[in-house]
Structures are given as structure tokens and as C-alpha cells.
């Protein structure tokens, strides 16, 4: 059987521990995104021109690998969008 002077010892220990917890729950860090994530939330979405931008990046790919010969004219390229994962089918003319 605990004395009260143990009890309260124990407590108080309990108390340290939780208080070493809690330094241990600080000591998470924020950490910068890495620039490729940064830049994919940077388009935003809910955000048409974050949208635009990716199939304007796309079109402009599939353009130049239509004009070196490396597609067929008729070319689609499905891009998917890094954030809310909707596709979005891209052409050169449209
Ligand atoms: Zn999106």
C-alpha cells in the first residue's frame, strides 16, 4: 500500500512525464514544402487559372512534340490536376 508521501511522489512524476511530453509535442517543426509541392498548390485549385495554367503547360508540350513529329496531329494528352485530381483531356487546338 502507497503512503501518501509515495502517492503524491508518484504524481509528481507523473506530472515530469507529462510535462516532458508535452516539450516532446513541441518539438515538432514546421518544414518548408518542397519547390515541385509548393508550386502545385501555388496553381490552386478551386481556382480556374490554376487549371489553365496546367493545360496551357500541357498544350504547349503536346504542341511542340506534334510540330517535331514525335505525335500524330490529332494528339490528346490527359493531364490530372496535382491537387483536386480531376483530369482534364487536352489537344493542340483547344
Ligand atoms: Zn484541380
Same mark, same amino acid.
Given at each position: 500500500m502507497l503512503? %501518501? %508521501?509515495e502517492l503524491l511522489?508518484?504524481?509528481?512524476? +507523473?506530472? !515530469?512525464?507529462? #510535462?516532458? +511530453? !508535452? +516539450?516532446?509535442? @513541441?518539438?515538432f517543426t514546421e @518544414?518548408?514544402?518542397?519547390p515541385d509541392v509548393a508550386a502545385a498548390y501555388a496553381l490552386g485549385c478551386g481556382n480556374a487559372a490554376g487549371h489553365d495554367q496546367l493545360i496551357q503547360t500541357a498544350r504547349a508540350a503536346l504542341q511542340?512534340? /506534334?510540330a517535331s513529329g514525335a505525335r500524330?496531329? +490529332?494528339? =490528346? =494528352? /490527359? #493531364?490530372?490536376c496535382p491537387i483536386c485530381g480531376c483530369r482534364m483531356v487536352v489537344t493542340a487546338s483547344n
Open positions: 503512503t %501518501r %508521501r511522489s508518484t504524481t509528481l512524476a +507523473g506530472s !515530469a512525464a507529462f #510535462v516532458v +511530453g !508535452a +516539450g516532446t509535442a @513541441q518539438a @518544414q518548408a514544402m518542397p511542340g512534340e /506534334i500524330p496531329a +490529332g494528339a =490528346e =494528352e /490527359i #493531364v490530372a
